[in-house]
Each structure stands twice: as structure tokens, then as C-alpha cells.
Nanobody, 125 residues
Framework: QVQLVESGGGLVQPGGSLRLCCAA?????????MYWVRQAPGKERELVAA???????NYLDSVKGRFTFSRDNAKNTVYLQMNTLKPEDTAVYYC???????????????????WGQGTQVTVSS
């Protein structure tokens, strides 16, 4: 069964850190580009970070220097280390996988090959 399973979300104070994990099952993970997409209530989805099959990364400007996206192809897992979190980082974070090589946000989750169930990140004092 093909799945992307996110974990690691939660409630954290401003300035704190969280590490999100996304475990992939049922497909050849190493061949796929991976993405973290977030959506806050009442706001448009944002492409937070992307990573190529070879580990090259790109980030949303507002998270550069604070977030680090990495992958472990041996464990079929990607990680999003989030430091110096801000209230505006509050959102549901989704993991996605796609065979297409692209740095942009697709119009809809269904356009990605695989899409996770999401994990809530809340940054609040």
C-alpha cells in the first residue's frame, strides 16, 4: 500500500523547534522529489521546501535559514527540521512525492503522485 505518513507536529512556543518526519511506503522513494506544503486556516497553500532525489533543496523565502529539509533514502524518510519557529509558521504541514522534477507548487494535492495526511504545527505562547 502506497503511503506517506507524517509525524512530529505539535504545539511549540515562538522561538522553539520541531522536526517533522515523513515515512514513505510502497513506492521507489529514491526516485522521487519530495515536498513539504503547508496550509494555514483561511490561507492559500504554500510550498515550504522541496528536495530532489539527489538531495538538492530549495526553500520558501520566509523559512530560509530556519528550516532544513533532508532525506534518508535508506530509510525512505524525509525530515523537516524547523528552528526559530514563528506564529506565522502555524499550519497543517503536508508531505508530498512526485516523479516530475519541479520546484513549483502544483495547483492541487491530487496533482502530486502521493500526498500525506498532514500534521498540525502550532506556534503559540
Amino acid at each position: 500500500q502506497v503511503q506517506l505518513v507524517e509525524s512530529g507536529g505539535g504545539l511549540v512556543q515562538p522561538g522553539g523547534s520541531l522536526r517533522l518526519c515523513c515515512a514513505a511506503h510502497g513506492f521507489t522513494f529514491s526516485r522521487y522529489w519530495m515536498y513539504w506544503v503547508r496550509q494555514a486556516p483561511g490561507k492559500e497553500r504554500e510550498l515550504v521546501a522541496a528536495i530532489t532525489s539527489g538531495g538538492i533543496t530549495n526553500y520558501l523565502d520566509s523559512v530560509k535559514g530556519r528550516f532544513t529539509f533532508s532525506r534518508d533514502n535508506a530509510k525512505n524518510t524525509v525530515y523537516l527540521q524547523m528552528n526559530t519557529l514563528k506564529p506565522e509558521d502555524t499550519a497543517v504541514y503536508y508531505c508530498a512525492a512526485d516523479r516530475g522534477s519541479h520546484w513549483y507548487l502544483k495547483d492541487a494535492p491530487a496533482e502530486y503522485d502521493y500526498w500525506g495526511q498532514g500534521t498540525q504545527v502550532t506556534v503559540s505562547s
